[in-house]
């Protein structure tokens, strides 16, 4: 799941314009990288990721986020404490450097993330993201954490370029001339041609043939179908949860108030709360089962694209899916 790029070397490389302009995004900014290269691409965005992410969750972190805590239930809990009666320096007093040593903590973890972020490297690699879509070259996906939304929710902190679409020019055939008439000259030229065309004929006789793009995998109706459902459900256990609790509070006011009617509430609504139960339970298993279909898609374009293949931009569903199957492989 990992090994699928944004977009493939191939295919950058396809477009001699693309290919000029990706070269002067690395004179620009001072990279010697070659983005079209894969696996040099693939471990440059590991080894940022991984950078990335001790960022995100390490020390300073968990310093920053226990004393901004301590900070706001110290006040609280404080002058519930006998030992602090009657001296405020002490029941509300540390909470003030708490919540400074928080900010402080917070705030240089937000800098290192934001100057990893903006690495030279990274961002070579989103403009080049965007010229590809300038140049009309599909972009399979952006993870997240390269436009910064890991710690920025759905808002991107660096996004990708946006730069003008490139249009190319139709050459217009040239008008039709008069007819000569035929001649020695003209059977001379003929002659010519015929023998260009032999020579060319025999030199192209040896050569290797040209090795057809490998097709894109066709998207299955399972997979389809996953994108439909993915964000569906989820409300069953919640309302299973709240029919058990309508039958149980029927049933104790029924005790309470010797009213049959709770009775009759808890007997509609525990095998409603059951049946709920059941048909989210089958639901789940279908969309696992469509999830590992859409996680197999994935892997085949991913293969399809280290062969050299373009392949197009991926649905919001499977972006989802592939962000969350590269979290689990990082653990």
């Known amino acids: 799941m990992t ?4 977009v493939s070397g191939a295919a950058l490389s396809a477009d001699a314009r693309l290919l000029s302009a990706i070269r002067e995004v690395g004179a620009r900014r001072g990279v010697d990288f070659d983005y079209t290269d894969d696996a040099a691409t693939a471990e440059l965005l590991a080894r940022h990721r991984r950078t990335l992410s001790a960022a995100e969750h390490g020390p300073l972190m968990w310093l920053g986020s226990l004393a901004l805590v301590a900070a706001i239930v110290w006040p609280f809990l404080g002058h519930a404490v006998p030992a602090f009666e009657g001296r405020p320096e002490l029941a509300f007093g540390p909470a ?13 973890v937000r ?6 972020l903006l ?25 997240g954490w390269l436009v ?28 039709a001339g008069p007819t000569l008439p035929a001649g020695p000259a003209s059977s001379e030229g003929t ?7 032999e020579a060319a004929r025999k030199a192209t006789e040896g050569a290797a043939p040209t090795t057809p793009p490998p097709a894109i995998p066709s998207k299955p109706a399972s997979v389809a179908s996953y994108e439909a459902m993915a964000d569906e459900g989820g409300w069953h256990d919640e309302a299973g949860c709240l029919l058990l609790f309508v039958g149980i509070g029927g049933v104790a006011w029924a005790f309470s108030e010797e009213n049959p009617l709770g009775y009759l509430a808890a007997v509609l609504a525990v095998p409603l709360a059951i049946t709920t139960w059941l048909a989210g339970a089958r639901q789940g298993r279908e969309r696992q089962r469509l999830r590992e279909a859409a996680v197999e898609y994935v892997r085949a374009l991913s293969a399809a ?3 050299g293949a373009a392949v197009p931009e991926l649905s919001p569903a499977l972006r989802k899916l592939l962000e969350e199957e590269a979290e689990k492989v990082r653990g």
Do not use: M, N
């Not at 800098?111 to 990893?116: A, M």
């Not at 990274?122 to 993870?143: C, K, N």
């Open 3 to 6: 090994g699928l790029l944004p």
């Open 96 to 108: 003030g450097p708490l919540f400074v040593v928080a900010v402080a903590s917070l705030v240089v």
């Open 111 to 116: 800098r290192r993330w934001k100057r990893e």
């Open 119 to 143: 690495h030279p490297r990274l961002a070579g690699y989103r403009e080049v993201l965007g010229l590809a879509r300038a140049h009309g070259v599909p972009v399979t996906h952006v993870p």
């Open 148 to 175: 910064g939304r890991s710690l920025s929710g759905d808002r991107e902190t660096v996004p990708v370029p946006a730069y003008a679409e490139v249009t190319y020019a139709e050459v217009e055939p040239l008008p």
């Open 191 to 197: 002659d010519k041609t015929t023998k260009t065309e």
């Open 305 to 307: 694209q280290s062969a």
